[in-house]
């Protein structure tokens, strides 16, 4: 797995947005997955799901509808994040 991730969302209209790509998990990556999921766009419904991806493509995270769907609340805990 490499050390770059890319940040996508899709709005309610399901249009897919790419925020950050090929991108290291640092503060910038982090403020826009909070913004993403936590902030106004959010709240109001216009920010619908977050995706985080590796290069290789896998799915590291995803947030929908104002729920985190993966990783489960059971994995996080398994790996002490929770």
């Known amino acids: 797995m490499s050390n770059l991730y890319n ?3 899709w709005d309610k209209d399901g249009n897919q947005h790419n925020e950050l790509e090929r991108h290291p998990l640092d503060d910038t990556f982090k403020s826009a997955m909070a913004r993403l999921t936590r902030g ?3 709240m ?3 920010v619908q799901k977050v995706m985080v991806t590796d290069m290789d493509d896998f ?3 995803l947030w ?4 985190l ?6 994995q996080m805990k398994s790996r002490g994040k929770g």
């Open 44 to 46: 109001m419904g216009a």
């Open 69 to 74: 769907i993966f990783p489960t609340e059971e």
């Open 64 to 67: 929908e509808d104002g729920r």
């Open 40 to 42: 106004p766009a959010a």
């Open 7 to 9: 940040l996508f969302w």
């Open 59 to 61: 799915t590291n995270y």
